[in-house]
């Protein structure tokens, strides 16, 4: 069955970094776009960022130029490297296919950005 295992976050001060990694398993990593998702307390879950099969990439506006998403095939295995953090990027992400032909989701690695 699809899972999705995400990693690597934490308590980060403004303006530090973390990458998170997304081990995934259950079907053909290589055929699907991936996609980090972050769910803020009391908001919806939003797209963060996107990268396709052919490696290209796109990202929310809120993060662009600050957060880096790729892909390890091999690995089957998905990163977001975020540099420059705010308080606003405090979430719960979560990765998945950008259209995944299933209804599920990894339980989520916290981010939490606070001085």
């Known amino acids: 069955q699809v899972q999705f295992v995400e990693s690597g976050g934490g308590l980060v001060q403004p303006g530090g970094s973390l990458r998170l990694s997304c081990a995934a398993s259950?079907?053909?990593?290589?055929?699907?776009?991936m996609s980090w998702y972050r769910q803020a307390p009391g908001k919806e879950r939003e797209l963060v960022a996107t990268?396709?099969?052919?490696?290209?990439?796109n990202y929310a506006d809120s993060v662009k130029d600050r957060f880096t998403i790729s892909r390890d095939n091999a690995k089957n295995t998905v990163y977001l490297q975020m540099n420059s953090l705010k308080p606003e990027d405090t979430a719960v992400y979560y990765c998945?296919?950008?259209?995944?032909?299933?209804?599920?989701w990894g339980k989520g690695t916290l981010v939490t950005v606070s001085s």
């Open positions: 998945n296919a950008r259209y995944p032909n299933w209804d599920y």
């Open positions: 259950g079907f053909t990593f290589s055929l699907y776009s």
């Open positions: 990268v396709t099969t052919t490696r290209s990439t």
